[in-house]
């Protein structure tokens, strides 16, 4: 197998190679299964509470390959948005998480039933990859940058941990249609578990492990909580259910279900259509406002309406609903249901702090989801000034390699409660889309989201 030679001259900390800990802890989790079915039987137990402890110890071990695929899929991502980043901070922000997943997913291998030293190299890959990543961040956050061997290095890194991804999503595959690890652990041919040998793919010859040479170990080569945006009278539960119903103008039957105290206080109805369909709603005790509509769309009806008739839908109901001035900035389609995000300007500016969503069913042009939750804990009055400079002042400051698809002037939620002026890039790279915010007043990069293909649509991260 050809390695990539990746080379860094950062002093690293410290930290403790986990092979032999893993193979330690994976033959104690196998001879722990195998005793607890042993005592189960040499103690009377029937064979259905042998079956039980078969069954939770499968499930523990499965809890932990998911945690893997976890873990792998986020350090995929977020080194991926690294190379994306220019800031420094940003930089230094994703480099840590990286090296916070690395060991997330060491824990997660040492917890599966394991044979010793099977999987030697990808667990010296993962700690590697998790010290050097924390060498980086450390070397931000000293001043430093990240200079162009750094990010040839993060290139490889990206690129092996994508291998790596590919495999461990197809072996997991296995596991979703009745592939058993525990008994396949119990399995032995010759020095290695069936399991062991079954997980080897993870490793397979078309993974190049990027050598990492660097002084140091293995050198071998938020929302707000309150809320803002209620207004209006307090009302009781009979006349929050008339706010229903004129919402609702297809609905065929509603009953009340209960008052709900949390960050609102709500009352909740259960609420039938016209089509049949099962909603359940919410509405806040100050003001009447729907703050959520939980249902199912129609999934074998054919579709009555398009995307233009459902974003009209979605805007009319957001508006009837006390949403100011919205406009669509997102959506996507999942079979005969249309996702749409809602979001209030100001001043040319768009609220992502406020942001709606809605769910419209194209069979029956009705509305068969809703979260206002955003928009009602964080709406207020803003004095927000257009920024002196435009977006194409800030393009030089996006690395080379992303490709501008567009650009919107935001109101971006940050860490730490705070709301900040940024211009939107979508950019393209690989395939991949990226959104890129750099403050509007500065340059300064304030957050990069990636969107993710799944089979349930889109997704930022």
Not at 149 to 159: G, M, R
Not at 310 to 337: R, T
């Amino acid at each position: 197998m050809k390695n990539k030679e990746v080379k860094s001259s950062q002093s690293m900390p410290k930290r403790r190679y986990t092979k032999g800990l893993v193979a330690g802890l994976s033959v104690a989790v196998g001879v722990l299964g195998l005793s607890t079915i042993g005592l189960a039987t040499a103690y009377g137990c029937t064979q259905s509470a042998a079956n039980q402890y078969s069954i939770q110890l499968e499930n523990v071990y499965q809890k932990n390959m998911y945690d893997l695929v976890e873990s792998v899929n986020n350090t995929e991502t977020k080194l991926s948005k690294i190379l994306a980043a220019s800031e420094g901070g940003l930089q230094k922000k994703l480099l840590a998480e990286v090296a916070q997943n690395t060991e997330l997913a060491e824990n997660s291998i040492s917890s599966l039933p394991i044979s010793q030293n099977s999987l030697a190299d990808s667990v010296k890959f993962i700690n590697q990859m998790g010290a050097y990543t924390q060498s980086l961040a450390d070397k931000l956050a000293q001043g430093g940058s990240l200079n162009q061997k750094d990010l040839s290095t993060l290139q490889n890194l990206h690129e092996s941990v994508l291998d790596m991804k590919n495999q461990i999503n197809k072996f997991v595959k296995k596991v979703q249609q009745n592939y058993s690890i525990l008994q396949q652990s119990l399995n032995i041919d010759g020095d290695f578990n069936n399991f062991t040998i079954d997980m080897s793919s993870i490793k397979g010859e078309d993974i190049d492990y990027p050598v990492m040479i660097y002084d140091g170990p293995f050198s071998d080569a938020e929302q707000n909580v309150t809320v803002k945006g209620l207004k209006g009278e307090t009302l009781n539960s009979e006349q929050c259910q008339k706010e229903v119903e004129k919402a609702f103008k297809n609905y065929a039957s509603i009953s009340y279900s209960g008052k709900i105290n949390s960050r609102f206080e709500t009352f909740t109805y259960h609420m039938t259509n016209t089509d049949n369909q099962k909603l359940f709603v919410q509405v806040s005790k100050v003001g009447g406002h729907i703050i959520t509509v939980s249902g199912r769309g129609n999934e074998s009806q054919n579709k009555k309406i398009g995307f233009d008739e459902a974003k009209k839908i979605a805007l009319d109901f957001a508006a009837e609903n006390g949403i100011e001035g919205g406009e669509v900035v997102w959506h996507d389609q999942i079979q005969n249901d249309i996702y749409l995000n809602i979001a209030p300007t100001n001043n040319g500016i768009i609220l992502y702090p406020d942001l709606v969503k809605v769910k419209v069913d194209l069979t029956t042009s009705t509305i068969v989801g809703y979260d206002a939750t955003n928009y009602f804990l964080n709406h207020i009055p803003r004095a927000l000034k257009a920024p002196a400079k435009s977006a194409n002042s800030y393009k030089s400051k996006l690395p080379s390699d992303l490709a501008i698809r567009g650009t919107k002037l935001v109101l971006a939620p940050l860490d730490y409660d705070r709301e900040v002026v940024c211009f939107e890039y979508e950019c393209e790279k690989a395939g991949s889309t990226y959104y890129v915010y750099l403050n509007a007043d500065t340059g300064k990069e304030e957050n990069v989201l990636k969107v993710i293909q799944t089979t349930d649509g889109s997704k930022l991260m």
